[in-house]
Structure formats: structure tokens, C-alpha cells
């Protein structure tokens, strides 16, 4: 009567382990929420290249080609300031005037050379009539033609001078716009005394239907970057704007 109990018990022990077995292997699997059904979509697989994301900050700055410093060519009294930060000018626009001791220089310089060729002309008709009367020789003549085209030249640089200078009468010069642009710094108000030796500039005007965004990319992330490679900005100015 043993042996029967004995081979009873055996079999419920092996057919309890193999429950616990069956139970074990099974897996529980993933099922999507009703919820999340409702904002899942779907696409076929396809092969696209592994994009790898970098994140940098920087700044917004213009394009140094499109970007002019404008400096007093002559030092003096500013007279009068015609724009403001954040004006928009065009090219020759008057942006301010500076009374000038040395623009007081340029014209009397202008003065005398206008003198001097009316002069040298003058002097060159007698010349020529006396070289005509045969009272001096065909060198004084010579001469007095050089003294002339002398005296015309120094006049056109100084004419060229004014023109360069936007010099004015009554010792003004003018500041006049380069480009047309926005007045992005400005550093000039009236009555304000610039010195000649200025290194300063008062004004730079830029162009910005085209800025550059300038990164700061890390040392370690610099063999990464290729020219050509396709980029996406943020600004603080329009957070809800992507530029690429």
C-alpha cells in the first residue's frame, strides 16, 4: 500500500512545476490605448540617412560686406545731427555737419589757387604776345605755359579735394551716408568737439535684408560641420519662427 501513495505524490509535484514553467514563459505584449490610437499614425519604413542634431547659441550680427563705418574726415564743432539710431537713410544722405577750422584751411587754399591760375593765365598771354613781337624768347613762353598747367592742377585737387570732403562754404562739412542702410550705432550729437586725430567712427550704416547668424561651436564638434549642410535658427525676437 505504500508504493501507490508514494507515485501519486510524484506526479502532482511534476505536473505543478510544469505549470509554473508555462507561466513563466508567457510574455505580456504592448497594446495601444484607445487614446493613443486616436493620435498614432502610420507610414511605410523607408530608408533615410541618420541625422545627427547639434545645438548651438550665437548671434544675430550683419553682413560685414553690406556694412559701412562712417568717420569724420576733419576734426571740429558738430553743427547739426539729421538721423537717429534705427533710421533708415539712403545713399548721399545728409547725416550731419561739422564746423571746420580746417575746412576754413581747404577754401582758402580753393582761393588762392584760383588766383594763381588766373595769374599764370595772364602771365602766359604776355608771353606769348611778346614772343609774338619778338621781344623774348620761345623759352619764357615754355615757361609761362608750365606755370599755367601747374596752376590748373593744383586746382583740380583741390577741387577734387572738396568733392571728396563734401566740404561746404562757411567752413562746413557734411557727413553724407555711403550706402543706403539702417544707422546702426551712432556715436556723434551736436555741439559735441571731435578732435583731429579722431580714430573713432560716428556712424555705421548697414544693409539687413540679409544677417548672418553666428554660432559658437565647440572645438569637439567642429569636424562634424560641412559646408552646405542644411541649418534651422531660433531667435528670442520670434520664438514661434524657425529660419533655415
Avoid: H
Avoid at 553682413?63 to 537717429?84: H, L, Q
Avoid at 533710421?87 to 555737419?97: I, S
Avoid at 611778346?130 to 599755367?148: C, I, M, P, Q, T
Wanted: charged share 30%.
Amino acid at each position: 500500500m505504500k508504493y501507490p501513495i508514494i507515485t501519486c505524490l510524484s506526479l502532482l509535484t511534476l505536473i505543478s512545476c510544469q505549470d509554473k514553467e508555462k507561466k513563466a514563459e508567457i510574455k505580456e505584449t504592448f497594446v495601444l490605448s484607445n487614446k493613443m490610437l486616436q493620435t498614432t499614425k502610420t507610414a511605410p519604413v523607408t530608408l533615410e540617412p541618420l541625422r545627427n542634431e547639434l545645438n548651438y547659441y550665437g548671434k544675430i550680427t550683419t553682413d560685414n560686406n553690406k556694412t559701412i563705418e562712417v568717420f569724420p574726415v576733419v576734426g571740429g564743432s558738430v553743427a547739426k545731427v539729421y538721423v537717429e539710431l534705427g533710421d533708415y537713410v539712403k545713399k548721399g544722405q545728409l547725416l550731419a555737419t561739422i564746423r571746420s577750422t580746417e575746412v576754413a584751411d581747404f577754401e582758402k587754399e580753393l582761393d588762392d589757387a584760383k588766383n594763381d591760375v588766373i595769374v599764370a593765365k595772364n602771365n602766359l598771354k604776355v608771353a606769348q604776345e611778346l614772343f609774338e613781337g619778338k621781344l623774348n624768347a620761345e623759352r619764357d613762353v615754355l615757361e609761362a605755359k608750365s606755370n599755367y598747367d601747374k596752376a590748373k592742377s593744383q586746382l583740380q585737387r583741390i577741387q577734387e579735394t572738396y568733392k571728396i570732403y563734401n566740404i561746404k562754404s562757411g567752413a562746413i562739412y557734411e557727413v553724407r551716408s555711403p550706402l543706403s542702410g539702417f544707422i546702426i550705432q551712432k556715436d556723434i550729437n551736436e555741439n559735441m568737439l571731435l578732435r583731429n586725430d579722431r580714430s573713432d567712427n560716428i556712424f555705421d550704416i548697414a544693409e539687413i535684408n540679409d544677417v548672418w547668424a553666428i554660432a559658437n561651436v565647440t572645438e569637439t564638434d567642429i569636424n562634424q560641420i560641412k559646408l552646405g549642410e542644411n541649418a534651422a535658427v531660433t531667435t528670442l525676437s520670434y520664438p514661434d519662427k524657425v529660419f533655415n
